[in-house]
């Protein structure tokens, strides 16, 4: 069965052994294996800014494949258009990653390419992203202005130089995106969901999250990705079309999905960007943990989308300090069971979230 591990948390050291464990990693990796791992460095930000793969993720990866005794390690990137590797690289802290770990870094940008035929499209590919006998995939969460979502399916554009990069964007991203994935292929993803984006791929609305999530399968990971950001998964043309394409499943229900928790589940923060302060404003919280908070934000982010945030009929109330209150309100997660109107789950998953929030709104239009 399709396999799915979800790690909370907020130490990437604590995190990532349980996850790969659990999909039994070390069984599929061959010591002599080239092995490349490939972050999203799409801006020359830090992952703060939700818009970059956090550098302790990549270096807890790498402490466990030097542990099974793989040696040949890259970490590849081409960054988005107009942007510069190599900034990123030293900016999102990967320079100094790589020399402590002794690992190669290459900027895929200025490549010598490879030109596949895919379904009757050229695919311009940079060479030495087709030249890893292990591949993993390691995108941030993040909403996308054009396609919803980024997470490890499109992820893998940034194995592309800039004019095919700009040619994708001419074809209307999602069926290029998909055909990519059929020419270079995840042999694992990780994907950082610890302080991801609410709305767009170079960050400013960052929102902790706190969590990892792993699969094998990397369209699986992007229908869990969209579901967390409170999109039906195959409403994402994309991630459809790589399904039809025999990439992976996005089928949740036929997989198995574990969730683990490393440390203690830890508070949110009041929101600081200004979409996070003015999606705030519909919620109460009290002592909220920030992974329910996390998927409060993005599932207010689709109301708002939609149109039919205004319609909320009050506040949401999230959080412990609502345990053991009865009475008249609207409330989500199992803290608020005793509310009038509740979505129970601890935390309850935000596509689940989106839906009942429509719900009310609904009622409140008389639909
Ligand atoms: S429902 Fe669970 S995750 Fe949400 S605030 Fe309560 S304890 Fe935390």
Known sequence: ?????????????????????RLKVKDSLSPNARIGIKPNLVVEKPSSSGATTTPELVEAIIVYLQEAGCRDITILESSAIGHSTKRAFSVCGYEELASRYGVKLIDLKHDRTQTIKVQGL???????????????NVPVLKAH?????????????GCLPDDEKRRFHRLGLHRPIALLNTVVRSS????DALCGDLTFEEGGNPVPMNRIFVAYDPVLADAYAAELLGY?????????????????SADLTRAEIIELQAGERTPALPPVSPLALELGRWVEERAACSICYGNLLHALARLKENGSLAALPEKIKIGQGFKGEVGSGVGVGS???????????????TREMALFLESLTRIRKGN
Do not use: W
């Open 1 to 21: 069965m399709n396999k799915l591990i979800v790690v909370y948390g907020t130490k990437p050291q604590e995190m990532v052994r349980p996850a790969l464990d």
């Open 232 to 248: 039906e998964p195959r409403s994402i043309a994309y991630i459809r079309l790589a399904e039809e394409l025999g990439v992976g």
């Open 335 to 349: 803290c608020t069971v005793g509310l009038t109107h509740n979505l129970p789950g601890c935390p309850p998953r």
């Open 145 to 157: 202005c054009q396609t919803q979502l980024t997470c490890a399916l499109k992820n893998l554009k």
């Open 122 to 136: 050229d695919l311009c590919v940079a060479g030495r992203a087709l030249g890893f006998d292990y591949l993993i």
């Open 188 to 191: 694992l993803v990780v994907v």
